[in-house]
């Protein structure tokens, strides 16, 4: 069941999505989503994500909570790339890098919105040169609902070339706010993560995950791996890194055992940005809750972070003609133990 839960504006509506098994509240300020309501073994609902009370407060801070981020996710080095011999230069938004899309990317534009069948379906025309990207790109958002099972699929056109690598920013908190990560487990199907220097951005250095802080290949409690003396934990303090999968669905699993909650994620993109909300800051969000540093993870799974200065035929360019069509899905279980 979804439906138009309420007005905010005139432009901007929160869209309730419910099944027997999970509550979902969007917006179309940025994709965003505000709230995600399941519950835990002893059948307690409890919000698995992060989230503001006002979407005055999605407008003006800055943590991405939420919300559905481009057009590029993650950095690009020093916010300038060159396509078909043409150099563009995006904002510095971050340090020296240009971070999610520049100052106002996707995150913080409205979508236009419609309910189709089961689905909530999100539009934006992103013209030509906003925030420095060639190409007017067209992208569609459509989330459904089916059981435990939220569906996100980003597609989009452009008309002249240009990059595009599309997430959803959520962090995730499965024991429900009543305490951060540390307990949390998490498995990544990952044999490769990718090096980042001291403002988070890429080296292009990779390395074998095996035997290092990286290696999720089985689940491990963050807090265990947080604690690690590592110059990579050090430099992103905490994890803040791209993975590369190493299977084609079923690539994450966070559980939080003490309440029995379970996220399995199921993704068509090659990997993921793990991010152990490592910048919160003491924040107030939602039900009066501070999100202090490790509050939530992020599993943003994309294409490889700035792949235009990284990879020989960059996964993140989309050629006039093309259509960059990408899912990933997020699975809420309850297992009992
Ligand atoms: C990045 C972090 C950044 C955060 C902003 C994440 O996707 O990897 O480095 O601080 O977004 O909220």
Known sequence: MIRELKKVDDHISLFEM???????????????????????????????????????????????LGALVGR????????????????????????????????????QKVFDAKIQGDSLV????????????????????????????????????????????????????????QEDICNHTLQVHSDTYACIDANGLPTGEFRDTQG???????????????????????LGRGVDHPFLFNRAEDQVVLCHPASGRRLTISSTLPGTQVYTGNQLDGRIGKYGIAYPKHFGICLET??????????QDPSTILKKGDVYDETTSYTFEVVQS
């Not at 917006?27 to 698995?48: A, C, E, S």
């Not at 994309?302 to 990879?311: C, K, R, T």
């Open 122 to 177: 999100l539009t934006y025309l992103s013209p030509d040169g906003e925030e420095g990207y060639p190409g007017n790109l067209r992208l569609t958002a459509t989330s459904t609902l089916t059981g435990g099972t939220l569906t996100l699929r980003y597609q989009a056109t452009t008309d002249q070339d240009t990059l595009i690598n599309i997430t959803n920013h959520s962090y995730f908190n499965l024991s429900g706010g």
């Open 212 to 234: 290092t802080p990286f290696d999720f290949h089985t689940p491990a409690r963050i807090g265990d791996v947080l604690a690690r003396q590592d110059e990579q934990l050090t």
């Open 302 to 311: 994309q294409n490889l972070p700035d792949a235009i200065h990284l990879e």
């Open 72 to 107: 590029t996710a993650n950095r690009t080095r020093k916010g300038t790339f060159s396509l078909n011999g043409k150099t563009y230069t995006l904002p510095l938004n971050d340090g020296p890098n240009s971070l999610h899309g520049g100052v106002h990317g996707f995150s």
């Open 18 to 64: 419910k099944s027997n098994a999970l509550e979902v509240l969007v917006t179309n300020f940025g994709g965003t989503i505000i709230r995600l309501l399941m519950p835990d073994k002893n059948g307690q609902k409890g919000d698995v994500v992060l989230g503001y009370d006002s979407i005055a407060e999605y407008q003006t801070k800055d943590a991405y």
